[in-house]
């Protein structure tokens, strides 16, 4: 084995996971500590990992293959969890003691920060039709403009229409608009709101309520046209991501 595949950043008094299996089959899990972390990993062969045009990276069913034990394992770990993207390699302990070390404060901070929590994110999705034909009933200028239209000449009305058709387009992105920043409020009530569009870090004791609201919510836009869903919870990914990125 020429390379260490780490999963994630985890408090240096951390414990092996137990029935999850590894990336690869019998490769086994190890941990490398420096200071207040440690890393989880499974020594590896790289040439699997790398990127080229004959090796595994390159076969979409093995990444996703792969992708899929790598979360297993991150999903299996307890408490405080900062997972890595899939792919990550080291060359060895001491290049990785050597990442963990110079990093320690900052990952220290964000491992504190995920401890009791998962990440979640809302999507909003537009059924255009619907939503074309909710805003004709309900807003009144689109209203409007079909009603003068329709006692229009008929140069007018083309020209009446094709204003129509710009309002309409204006008005479902600026609905869409304001939907996202109504959902994203409501994320923040319950929860830390990433940078990423929509996406929170939630405390998982509050992960009930937040649920109860945003299907409430979703019951509600389900009528206009524009579905809302929660993925998750899940680990941290996009709040490892960017503390990793600033650490």
């Not at 990993?41 to 595994?56: K, M």
Request: hydrophobic share 55%.
């Amino acid at each position: 084995m020429d390379a260490l595949y780490a999963y994630a950043v985890l408090p240096a008094d951390a414990a092996l996971p137990g029935d999850a299996a590894a990336i690869l089959p019998g490769a086994g899990f190890a941990l490398v500590r420096a200071g207040g972390c440690a890393a989880l990993v499974s020594p590896v062969p790289r040439a699997p990992f790398e990127a080229g045009p004959a090796t595994r990276a390159n076969d979409p069913a093995w990444v996703a293959e792969r992708a899929a034990a790598h979360h297993a394992v991150v999903a299996a770990l307890p408490g405080a969890v900062l997972p890595l993207a899939f792919g990550a390699l080291f060359s060895g302990p001491g290049p990785l003691a050597e990442w963990l070390a110079a990093r320690e404060a900052a990952l220290r901070a964000a491992l504190a920060q995920v401890d009791g929590c998962a990440e979640c994110t809302a999507k909003l999705e537009e059924d255009p039709a619907r939503h074309a034909a909710w805003l004709d009933a309900h807003d009144e200028n689109l209203r409007d403009l079909a009603r003068r239209a329709s006692e229009a000449s008929a140069g007018t009305a083309f020209l009446l229409a094709r204003t129509r058709e710009k309002r309409l387009a204006e008005a479902r992105a600026a609905r869409a608009a304001m939907m996202a920043r109504e959902v994203a409020a409501r994320l923040g009530r319950h929860a830390h709101v990433m940078p990423e569009a929509m996406t929170a870090l939630v405390r998982r004791a509050d992960l009930p309520a937040l649920m109860a609201e945003l299907a409430a919510t979703a019951r509600e836009l389900a009528e206009s046209g524009i579905a809302l869903r929660l993925v998750g919870p899940w680990p941290p990914y996009a709040y490892a991501r960017a503390a990793i990125a600033h650490a």
